[in-house]
C-alpha cells in the first residue's frame, strides 16, 4: 500500500514538472495580445488596396482559427477590388483600341 502511495506522489510530481516546464517553453501558444470583446485587428482601405494591405492583414484567433467573418469580409473586399481594376484595365484598352 506505502509503495502505491509513493508511485502515485512521484508520478504527480513528474506530471507537474512537465507541465510547468511546456508552460514555461510554449506559453499559450498566441502570438498577438488577446483583443477586447467585439473588436476587430482586420483593417483594409476603403480603396486602392495595395500588396502591402494585404500582408499586413491580421485576423482575430478564435477557438478553431481565425474568426470566418473577418476572412470572408477580407476576401470579398480583395475579390472586388480586383473585378473594378479588371474593368478599369478593359475599359483604358478599348479606349486605346478606338484611339488608333
Same mark, same amino acid.
Given at each position: 500500500?506505502?509503495?502505491?502511495? *509513493?508511485?502515485?506522489? !512521484?508520478?504527480?510530481?513528474?506530471?507537474? !514538472?512537465?507541465?510547468?516546464?511546456?508552460?514555461?517553453?510554449? #506559453?499559450? #501558444?498566441?502570438?498577438?495580445?488577446?483583443?477586447?470583446?467585439?473588436?476587430?485587428?482586420?483593417?483594409?482601405?476603403?480603396?486602392? *488596396?495595395? #500588396?502591402?494591405?494585404?500582408?499586413?492583414?491580421?485576423?482575430?484567433?478564435?477557438?478553431? #482559427?481565425?474568426?470566418?467573418?473577418? !476572412?470572408?469580409?477580407?476576401?470579398?473586399?480583395?475579390?472586388?477590388? *480586383?473585378?473594378?481594376?479588371?474593368?478599369? !484595365?478593359?475599359?483604358?484598352?478599348?479606349?486605346?483600341?478606338?484611339?488608333?
Amino acid at each position: 500500500m506505502t509503495t502505491a502511495l *509513493i508511485y502515485l506522489v !512521484v508520478m504527480l510530481l513528474v506530471a507537474a !514538472v512537465v507541465f510547468l516546464l511546456a508552460a514555461v517553453v510554449f #506559453g499559450r #501558444g498566441e502570438e498577438l495580445a488577446p483583443l477586447p470583446p467585439g473588436s476587430s485587428p482586420t483593417r483594409l482601405p476603403v480603396r486602392d *488596396i495595395t #500588396g502591402e494591405d494585404v500582408q499586413a492583414v491580421k485576423f482575430q484567433l478564435v477557438l478553431r #482559427g481565425y474568426k470566418m467573418s473577418e !476572412v470572408d469580409w477580407v476576401v470579398r473586399r480583395l475579390g472586388t477590388e *480586383i473585378d473594378s481594376l479588371r474593368a478599369r !484595365v478593359a475599359e483604358l484598352e478599348a479606349q486605346r483600341e478606338t484611339s488608333r
